[in-house]
């Protein structure tokens, strides 16, 4: 009976886990995009709190279809850290809104994008799916 238990448990843990991992973007019900033209140079390093003060009249683009929703969340979750101090020159932000209404903000450079407290390369993909 024991045995039964224990198997049991973990037939239940392994089908929570599968289904998490299924359900990676199901919370997140919109993505939008604010940017400026991506080659646009300044003088300076735009920061990402300084950005809606240099680029007041950004464009933007938004998706709320579950298929964009995915390939924009699995474009920032295959993203290569950057360690070597390298911080994004922002020239764009995503807002990423989840069912809670909580919002997560990526400032996006041309070669180096900050995301939840780190700093990663810029996927190309990513470039290109904000220009279309």
């Keep these: ?33 604010k940017f400026t033209e991506l080659g646009r140079e300044t003088q300076f390093r735009i920061t ?18 579950k298929p964009a929703i995915d390939s924009v969340m699995q474009l920032l979750t295959g993203m290569k850290t950057v ?3 390298t911080e994004p020159d922002v020239r764009g932000k995503i807002y990423i809104t989840h069912v809670t209404k909580a919002v997560d903000t990526v400032c996006v450079g041309v070669k180096a994008l900050s995301y939840k407290g780190s700093t990663y390369e810029t996927p190309q993909e990513l470039l290109v799916l904000i220009q279309k």
Excluded: R
């Excluded at 024991?2 to 289904?19: E, G, H, M, S, V």
């Excluded at 990402?48 to 933007?60: A, N, V, W």
């Design 48 to 65: 990402c709190d300084k950005f809606d003060y240099y680029f007041p009249e950004g464009k933007e683009k938004n998706f709320d279809k």
């Design 1 to 33: 009976m024991k045995k039964l238990n224990i198997l049991l448990l973990l037939i239940i843990a392994t089908f929570a886990a599968c289904k998490n991992k299924s359900g990676l973007n199901d919370d997140v019900q919109s993505i939008k995009f």
């Design 83 to 85: 360690s070597d101090g």
